[in-house]
């Protein structure tokens, strides 16, 4: 059966990758709704297993978020003061962040993630914008924005680019060189959540084997390993796809598998 669940864990790893590369957001929206109902699925205790695919995810998103920066850099598309500039909040907003999900429960934390994807996805259907109108803040200004994204990102485990990237806009940054820093803030993001996550469930009782912590190891291995080799496909096809019609599909998609992860907590 473990192997079932295994080609599972890598079928998931290929779409997540996939539509990761092909519209520019974090495999969380995806990954955390499927791995809650498969978790659920498996018989992982139902007091942890919205903590198990937040952590998951997570530590899923360290590879492919790398992978992602080290290519931004490479074109030269990575804005380096603000990562510095940001880095230090997200670092602690993701961090304690992390704590705070681990007192919640499974259904406020499910709730939540609902809430934020919808308006994720409600953002890419209207294809808003921020229209540039400022420059970029101080430090101490970088790094309250910084402690903001880092925050709910922990709880919906994203890299944080459905922030980072209006943000970036709105303080002037081209279109192209606000993606390639959002890229490289997702490492501290996914670093930063991935620690909180194991620490918080560490000795838990209750957790499935090769489980640390609230990360479930055989999930993120596969699906990190299918992803890597999926992203860059994905990444491709945005050049010959239909992205704007298929980024309303995805949408539509991200609000039916919040409602089913709700749904799973919830009965």
Not at 3 to 32: E, P, Q, S
Not at 107 to 125: K, N, T
Not at 225 to 239: Q, T
Request: a positive charge.
């Amino acid at each position: 059966m473990l192997d079932l669940w295994l080609l599972a864990y890598v079928l998931l790893g290929v779409v997540t990758g996939f539509l990761a590369g092909l519209f520019g957001i974090g495999g969380g929206a995806v990954m955390v709704p499927v791995l809650t109902v498969m978790f659920a699925a498996q018989g992982f205790a139902p007091d942890y297993i919205v903590h198990l695919a937040l952590g998951t995810s997570m530590a899923t998103i360290i590879p492919t978020s790398l992978s992602s920066m080290r290519a931004h850099h490479k074109h030269g598309a990575v804005l380096w003061p603000a990562v510095r500039g940001l880095a230090p909040g997200i670092l602690l907003g993701t961090f304690a962040a992390t704590f705070l999900a681990a007192m919640l429960s499974p259904r406020p934390l499910a709730i939540f993630f609902c809430i934020f994807m919808s308006y994720v996805a409600a953002q890419m259907i209207l294809n808003r914008k921020p229209s540039p109108s400022r420059q970029l803040p101080g430090a101490i200004g970088l790094a309250s924005v910084g402690a903001g994204i880092g925050s709910i990102s922990a709880l919906v485990a994203i890299g944080g680019g459905t922030m980072t990237v209006p943000f970036l806009t709105w303080c002037n940054v081209r279109l192209q060189t606000a993606i390639g820093t959002s890229a490289a803030v997702g490492l501290p993001i996914a670093l930063a959540g991935t620690t909180g996550y194991l620490i918080n469930g560490w000795g838990m009782a209750g957790l499935p084997d090769n489980t640390l912590g609230f990360v479930y190891w055989p999930a993120v291995l596969t699906m990190a390993a299918a992803s890597l080799f999926s992203a860059p496909l994905g990444a491709k096809l945005a050049h010959k796809l239909p992205v704007a019609t298929l980024k309303k599909l995805f949408a539509a998609l991200i609000i039916v598998l919040a409602m089913q992860m709700l749904r799973t907590v919830i009965a």
